[in-house]
Nanobody, 124 residues
């Protein structure tokens, strides 16, 4: 069983930065691919970024060049550095543990392990 806890959300003005953290416990963290998802009010949950167990990364087009995902296997942590934030980035951000595969393209497969989320609000 994997437990995930997000932290670092908050209120920031457009153009500002935040760093989200996700702490994992109850498992061998390094074997999992990890991802960040977000869900804005009235919208479906969408994938923001993921990082494989070997460190390869993938970003949604909407955040490419502004967000950076990283992990520290020694501390069971995954991070999401968010720069140049926009009001449309406002959402609850969730951490997920899953698997990844490469078959011509890198794909992430979410498992049932989710945190409770961290609210990010970006004001104009």
């Amino acid at each position: 069983q994997v437990q995930l806890v997000e932290s670092g959300g908050g209120l920031v003005k457009s153009g500002g930065s935040l760093r989200l953290s996700c702490t994992a416990s109850g498992t061998v963290f390094s074997v999992y691919a990890m991802a960040w998802y977000r869900q804005a009010p009235g919208n479906a949950r969408e994938q923001v970024a993921f990082i494989t167990s070997s460190g390869s990364v993938h970003y949604a087009d909407s955040v490419k060049g502004r967000f950076a995902i990283s992990r520290n296997n020694a501390e069971n942590m995954v991070y999401l550095q968010m720069n140049s934030l926009k009001p449309e980035d406002t959402a609850v951000y969730y951490c997920n543990a899953g698997a990844s595969d490469y078959d011509g393209s890198l794909t992430y497969y979410p498992m049932e392990y989710w945190g409770k989320g961290a609210l990010v609000t970006v004001t104009s």
